[in-house]
């Protein structure tokens, strides 16, 4: 059994797959989430936080990639949901938060693409403090 690389194939050659040939590109072949995601021919202004979006145009989820999509998705989509939501709603019932030595250009924004998008190499990524815990 063999598992399969994360770093794209760069071809120099024509090859035909079972339905269609691929022409001589020389370029890598790959999806990138992060570049499906930030596509403003999707998504008009994609950085945008705009929730109203999906509302607008249902169409949109075709395009939400971040679990990959077809036979390759992933098996634990519903899930990993099902868990993000739980514990995102918790973590903001519980406590009262506030960013602490986060910078947008460093630690926000996407500088590398490895797959999945990736902040600067020397981000610490995005901290928050505990500002105080809430009555229950």
């Not at 760069?10 to 072949?29: A, G, N």
């Not at 509302?55 to 939400?64: A, E, F, M, R, S």
């Not at 973590?91 to 250009?105: A, H, P, S, V």
């Amino acid at each position: 059994m063999t598992i399969s690389s994360f770093v794209p194939t760069i071809h120099s050659f024509s090859f035909l797959t079972t339905f269609i040939r691929i022409p001589v590109l020389s370029k890598p072949v790959m999806q990138s989430s992060y570049i499906v995601h930030t596509n403003p021919d999707i998504y008009p202004d994609p950085l945008a936080f705009s929730p109203q979006r999906w509302i607008d145009n249902p169409h949109l989820t075709k395009y939400l990639v971040a679990f990959s999509r077809g036979t390759r998705g992933c098996i634990g989509i519903n899930l990993a949901r099902s868990e993000l939501y739980l514990e995102t709603a918790k973590l903001f019932r519980r406590f009262d938060l506030e960013i602490y030595e986060t910078t947008e250009e460093k630690d926000v924004f996407t500088k590398h693409d490895f797959l999945l998008g990736h902040t600067s190499l020397d981000s610490t990524g995005i901290r928050m403090k505990v500002v105080r815990k809430l009555k229950e």
